[in-house]
Antibody, heavy 120, light 110 residues
Framework: QLQLQESGPGLVKPSETLSLTCIVSGGSIRNSGLYWGWLRQPPGKGLEWIGNIYHTGSTYYNASLKGRVTISIDTSKNQLSLKLSSVTAADTAVYFC????????????WGQGTLVTVSS | QSALTQPPSASGSPGQSVTISCTGTSSDVGDYNYVAWYQQHPGKAPKLMIYEVSKRPSGVPDRFSGSKSGNTASLTVSGLQAEDEADYYCSSSVGSNNYVFGTGTKVTVL
């Protein structure tokens, strides 16, 4: 069974860069045809898609975050990473990594999520 | 990209049915048959319940069904059970690898 686990600092200062890692177990991140993604959910609010990365490294980002977000993949460690720069309080959220459904647009496997608070 | 519009809440008694709407535009829900629905219990990750408008992933009970008409998609939960009490979110593709989510609906089992 595929499992995803997010990790990273729970507190980030305003204007700094948020960095999270998602370790994938139970399957290879480099398998052909797989897209991996990051999503977030501010406390008490709805879900927001941040971006996807293909197993080859091609990336797709939410236009509202473009310029601040970088998603990368490390096949040797079977993990993906998220960096979000110049954070503000509005970036406070639970961040989820997820694997997209195969050959269709949905997210089937999710990590448990990790809360990141932006505060000085 | 604006969030898809869902009613904030919906409710029903055990055994009854509840239907949640998800209204978008001709650029998202109306243009793609890639509408998905997620169930989220408090403090948990979302769980995929419906994809491609009306398909169920393995393990999802057939009490959950989806449909779409024009710019509005719907999720119906039939034979409501206590464990169905959760938040539900719709999502739609907007082109390849671009997604918009709904505002969320809290379903209460009375």
């Amino acid at each position: 069974q595929l499992q995803l686990q997010e990790s990273g600092p729970g507190l980030v200062k305003p204007s700094e860069t948020l960095s999270l890692t998602c370790i994938v177990s139970g399957g290879s991140i480099r398998n052909s045809g797989l897209y991996w993604g990051w999503l977030r959910q501010p406390p008490g609010k709805g879900l927001e898609w941040i971006g996807n990365i293909y197993h080859t490294g091609s990336t797709y980002y939410n236009a509202s975050l473009k310029g601040r977000v970088t998603i990368s993949i490390d096949t040797s460690k079977n993990q993906l990473s998220l960096k979000l720069s110049s954070v503000t309080a509005a970036d406070t959220a639970v961040y989820f990594c997820a694997r997209r459904c195969i050959s269709t647009s949905c997210f089937l496997y999710w990590g448990q999520g990790t809360l990141v608070t932006v505060s000085s | 990209q604006s969030a898809l519009t869902q009613p904030p809440s919906a409710s029903g008694s055990p055994g009854q049915s509840v239907t949640i709407s998800c209204t978008g535009t001709s650029s998202d829900v109306g243009d793609y048959n890639y509408v998905a629905w997620y169930q989220q219990h408090p403090g948990k990750a979302p769980k995929l319940m419906i994809y491609e408008v009306s398909k169920r992933p393995s393990g999802v009970p057939d009490r959950f069904s989806g449909s779409k008409s024009g710019n509005t998609a719907s999720l119906t939960v039939s034979g409501l059970q206590a464990e169905d009490e959760a938040d539900y979110y719709c999502s739609s593709s907007v082109g390849s690898n671009n997604y918009v989510f709904g505002t969320g609906t809290k379903v209460t089992v009375l």
